[in-house]
């Protein structure tokens, strides 16, 4: 009899399979809001599908203006193209970094999946919107490309066990910690100071950092401050007396997620921490620190990150328990450096981290859009 149970649920694996391949999946995708990470995330999951041949054609180069990913998933729905995947043109939903909007489509969705059942695939970038999914949809696979941490933000059980068959999410190798504990190494500094644009505390690693500070022994302090367009004069001022209050609270070093500070201004904003001999490192990277920012993580492999989404795609399309699959995606970063910025600190960089860093900048370049 048991043999039986076995064999049954077998067959009933492979029909299932055969269903998923006999015609394209339904896809639709949920954000948390608009994010430039998450963008350029669906853009090389795009680009993985197609090496995969899972899609017939991939934005080749897009310059759409702005950080939402809508326009991605729109060139998607009209020319992926394939008979694996169906972008649903009416499948985009972004949450907008907003409560009250979270709930009105989150419940949207959960209707949509139990009246129509039309969706076959739900793909999510951001804490809130993996969350949200993966905790109340239990039949249809969801995959979450993209969040500051699926663990800590209970998206998944573990960075090895989602918890739940239809859910699995990317876990990145220690992202976070492996950048402070770089930039500790180098300034071996004694209080860390996190400057975070509200509403962006989760995609800035805020509880993540806090963390690693506390096993490094290290002080933290964060400063919170709100934005409007992110360019004006206006949002300069707020960001400018966030910077202020940090240092005002005895921070030796300055940590920095993605921030918008208009050229004409950029200059000065550093200056507060190079002619305090404060030292800075930006999360995202080579163009802060082709701006000013004295030490950036390096490039990240977006080509890579995306062909290991688009692999978990395939995975799926076969038939495969997203729980199956694995979650931790490792990536290996250098770093970059501008000399400009290390010369007005009066820091010297060390000849061996000269001969590792990735790249490195003489000048301030203004930011180019």
Request: charge should be positive; include cysteine; charged fraction near 25%.
């Amino acid at each position: 009899m048991k043999r039986f149970f076995v064999r049954l649920l077998i067959c009933l694996s492979l029909c299932l399979t055969g269903l998923a391949m006999a015609k394209p999946l339904n896809v639709i995708f949920v954000s948390s809001g608009p994010f430039a990470r998450y963008q350029v995330i669906l853009e090389n999951t795009a680009y993985g599908l197609k090496k995969l041949g899972l899609i017939d054609h991939a934005p080749k180069a897009f310059n759409e203006e702005g950080i939402s990913s809508e326009p991605v998933w729109d060139w998607l729905s009209k020319h992926a193209g394939g008979k694996k995947l169906r972008f649903m043109s009416d499948g985009f939903y972004s949450y907008d970094w907003d409560a009250t909007k979270r709930e009105v489509l989150r419940s949207e969705i959960l209707r949509r999946i139990k009246e129509k059942n039309d969706v076959d695939l739900i793909l999510t970038v951001g804490s809130a919107a993996g969350f949200d999914m993966a905790h109340h949809v239990d039949r249809i696979p969801v995959l979450s490309l993209g969040s500051s941490d699926p663990v800590l933000n209970k998206i998944v059980k573990s960075a090895t066990d989602s918890g739940k068959d239809n859910v699995h999410a990317l876990v990145l190798d220690d992202f976070y910690r492996w950048q402070v504990q770089r930039f500790h190494s180098v300034f071996h500094f004694k209080k860390l100071g996190l400057l975070i644009v509200e509403g962006r505390e989760t995609q800035s690693g805020l509880m993540e950092t806090k963390a690693i500070c506390k096993e490094l022994k290290i002080d933290f302090e964060k400063a919170i401050y709100p934005v409007g367009t992110g360019t004006d004069d206006s949002d300069y001022e707020k960001m400018k007396a966030a910077l202020e209050s940090l240092i005002a609270k005895g921070v030796d070093a300055v940590y920095l997620p993605e921030f918008a500070c208009p050229n004409d201004r950029y200059t000065e904003l550093m200056s507060i921490m190079t002619s305090r001999g404060i030292p800075s490192f930006s999360q995202v990277g080579e163009e802060p620190v082709s701006r000013g920012v004295l030490l950036g993580v390096g490039a990240e492999d977006m080509r890579s990150y995306g062909l290991f989404e688009a692999k978990v795609i395939d995975k799926v399309i076969k038939g495969v328990s997203p729980r199956r699959i694995g979650q931790i995606y490792a990536q290996n970063h250098g770093m970059v450096l501008n000399l400009k910025t290390a010369m007005e600190m009066g820091w010297k960089p060390p000849l061996d981290m000269l001969m590792t860093v990735e790249k490195t900048f003489t000048t301030h370049r203004p930011q180019v859009r």
